[in-house]
Nanobody, 123 residues
Framework: EVQLVESGGGLVQPGDSLRLSCAVS????????MSWVRQAPGKGLEWLSA????????FYVTSVMGRFTMSRDIAKNTLYLQMDSLKPEDTAVYYC????????????????RGQGTQVTVSS
């Protein structure tokens, strides 16, 4: 059974940092392209970052470049998203997802996604 379980979210102030984790079971993350995505209240799913199955990347959307760092630990089958200099506009539910295919750069289809972890940035 495929499972992706995110953790590490919370309520923080602007400028703070958080580290999200995504524990994966049921497949090897090293054999699949993986992404972090988020959904803000009232908005659609936004792609944030990706590492390809071949280990290329990570690649980032412009809005988080230089502030967020995606990494993976293949031995632990776990993804991470280090988020620094958080802003109120980063408030969203954050998900890790397995990429099914790339439509165009930055636009993907996903075949598995976790339940998400809430990140709230507010003073």
């Amino acid at each position: 059974e495929v499972q992706l379980v995110e953790s590490g979210g919370g309520l923080v102030q602007p400028g703070d940092s958080l580290r999200l984790s995504c524990a994966v079971s049921g497949f090897d993350i090293g054999k699949h392209s993986m992404s972090w995505v988020r959904q803000a209240p009232g908005k659609g799913l936004e792609w944030l970052s990706a590492i390809t199955s071949g280990g290329a990347g990570p690649f980032y959307v412009t809005s988080v470049m230089g502030r967020f760092t995606m990494s993976r630990d293949i031995a632990k089958n776990t993804l991470y998203l280090q988020m620094d200099s958080l802003k109120p506009e980063d408030t969203a539910v954050y998900y890790c997802a397995r990429v099914y295919r790339m439509i165009v750069a930055g636009t993907y289809e996903y075949d598995h996604r976790g339940q998400g972890t809430q990140v709230t940035v507010s003073s």
